[in-house]
């Protein structure tokens, strides 16, 4: 049997040896503190769980969803909560499409989009589901530096002629992953004239808009005037009631390019299940998930002031899951990763997973299971301080 040589494509698993030391540690027994999985640990909201029930009792849910972009109350729904929250009107007919999650759709936009030698501009480090698929559909990805001196945003302003020239998609994520950097209005509306003038789409990767802390809230892409123009922007329930494995978010903005998708997805899935697109529908404008915040909340602080009392220099992240955590001198991602894991029995990502800019960092992530009040990040925190010289 011979697999498709676009498969050899696919960069090797840069998570393989932490991994492989997870799996040792917990064959042995150790206790160990998982930093690693950016996946909710509480339970989506009971309410969005009952109003499951509801909708699965309806034999209609039953059958192949024959509508255009999705269950028309679904995009209804997400037409009026986008209103609310971003103040930006969506048309529910051209405007919105439904996604069996946002990665599904990051996936196939590069699909829809990009030709053999077309070029799509990705951060690094970043998510890596639209670099992947580019190498796959034969494109080449252009990396952009996310630097701390720079706030994690690309600088637009130095890409080279040649590659803007074959650009046909910018990739963008704020809350970022995995740097848990957030963006301005004035960065957007850059991209946005970038775009415009380079005739380029914006794939703007929204999934963490609403884990925000102290009050911050993402801004939208589509607030800038203009932005409907170039770019569609993904969102996903996912992150925001607990809810990855339900499979469900939708794209909006740009109605061509909404369509492009749109029709290379009708040749691939058939949607998703409508009792759960309807589900998700009725959470976005009447569930909260205020006690999943608080509590992320509580362990972003225990793990930031923590690790700034051990020597860190680390501002508390404004949204996402993620503590984005620069490596001691002497280290690469990989091997303090190596030695949390083996001397503290502390699991972080290697930065180096997410692209060559991430390699001074590890990401530590706040969706910690069998945490209940913070007690593991308190814990981590302490192993560190015991078990890891740190020499600054
Ligand atoms: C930056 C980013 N985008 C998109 C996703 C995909 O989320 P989902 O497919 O569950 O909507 C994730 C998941 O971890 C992510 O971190």
Not at 149 to 155: A, I, K, R, V
Not at 308 to 331: C, D, I, Q, T
Request: with cysteine; net charge negative; glycine share 8%.
């Amino acid at each position: 049997m011979q697999r498709a040589k676009r498969l050899s494509l696919i960069p090797p698993y840069l998570f393989g040896e932490i991994a492989r030391l997870k799996a040792q540690a917990i064959a042995e027994g150790r206790d160990l503190v998982d930093l690693g999985i950016g996946d909710p640990d509480q339970p989506t909201p009971e309410p969005i769980i009952e109003q499951l029930n509801h909708f699965a009792h309806n034999p209609s849910t039953h059958r192949y969803d024959e509508s255009n972009a999705g269950v028309p109350e679904f995009l209804e729904d997400v037409a009026t909560w986008f209103q609310d929250r971003f103040g930006v009107t969506l048309d529910p007919r051209t405007e919105i499409l439904e996604l069996i999650g946002s990665k599904e759709g990051l996936a196939h936009v590069v699909w829809a989009f990009l030709d053999p030698g077309d070029v799509a501009l990705v951060p690094d480090p970043a998510y890596t589901v639209v670099k992947v698929n580019t190498l796959l559909a034969g494109g080449e990805p252009y990396e952009l530096p996310l630097l701390a001196e720079n706030g994690f945003l690309p600088d637009l302003t130095n890409i080279p002629g040649d590659i803007v020239k074959k650009a046909k998609l910018l990739y963008i994520n704020y809350p970022n992953n995995p740097t848990g950097a957030v963006a301005t209005r004035e960065f957007f509306k850059q991209a946005v004239d970038f775009a415009r003038e380079t005739d380029t789409l914006i794939v703007h990767d929204c999934a963490y808009a609403e884990v925000g802390y102290d009050g911050y809230r993402a801004p939208s892409i589509l607030e800038i005037d203009g932005a409907k123009d170039v770019a569609i922007e993904t969102h996903s329930l996912s992150k925001t009631f607990n809810m990855t494995g339900w499979r469900i978010g939708f794209a909006v903005g740009n109605p061509d390019a909404l369509k492009a998708l749109n029709t290379l997805k009708g040749n691939v899935d058939s949607k998703q299940f409508a009792a759960i697109a309807l589900t998700g529908g009725w959470a976005l404008n009447h569930a909260r998930n205020d006690a999943s915040l608080e509590l992320l909340k509580r362990r972003r602080d225990i793990l930031v002031d923590g690790l700034n009392r051990l020597g860190w220099k680390l501002e508390r992240p404004k949204a996402s899951f993620y503590v984005w955590v620069p490596v001691p001198p002497g280290h690469t991602s990989a091997t303090f990763a190596k030695e949390l894991l083996e001397e503290a029995s502390v699991l972080a990502i290697p930065g180096l997973g997410y692209g060559q800019h991430g390699d001074g960092y590890v990401r530590m992530s706040l969706t910690v299971s069998g945490d209940r009040n913070g007690e593991r990040l308190e814990e981590a925190v302490r192993r560190i301080e015991q078990h890891i010289p740190l020499r600054w």
